[in-house]
């Protein structure tokens, strides 16, 4: 995998995987390689699939966070920024003093236009009869949890 050859990376994964079902090491591995290789179902079932045994996985966190905050905002209730902004504060309730992943959360903030997120902007377009929105704004409810309003 280090030298880019990805396909042959996930066959070797999933041999191991054939042998022990749940390799962790395995599992985080062809997540990488299937990203890598643009399947990203795949690399986003295997990140899930360590997340079901262990939710607290920093690496699968991390991985899965990176590929949603790279889908667009199709609705209020399907938008991978948004996803990826609530894993990013799970892995800081784990990990409070992680600068990494302070950082990448306020990346996630301030991208966009005139200090607007990209995701809060929507195409009419493609909202298919669903609401239309011009501005989101994402913010914490009384839980703490983030929101999208």
Known sequence: MKMGKFVEAIEIYTKILEIEEYDE????????AFANSEDIESSLNDFSIV???????LIALNGKS???SKFKCESYNNCGP???????????EIDPDDEKIKLKRNFMFTQGYDSIPKFAIFDLREMNGEYIVNIQQII???DGNLVSV
Request: no cysteine.
């Open 25 to 32: 090491t395995a599992l985080l591995n062809r997540a990488v």
């Open 51 to 57: 997340l079901d045994k262990d939710s607290e996985n």
């Open 66 to 68: 990176t590929i949603l």
């Open 82 to 92: 948004l996803q990826s902004l609530q894993i990013l504060e799970k892995m800081l």
């Open 140 to 142: 914490r409810d009384r």
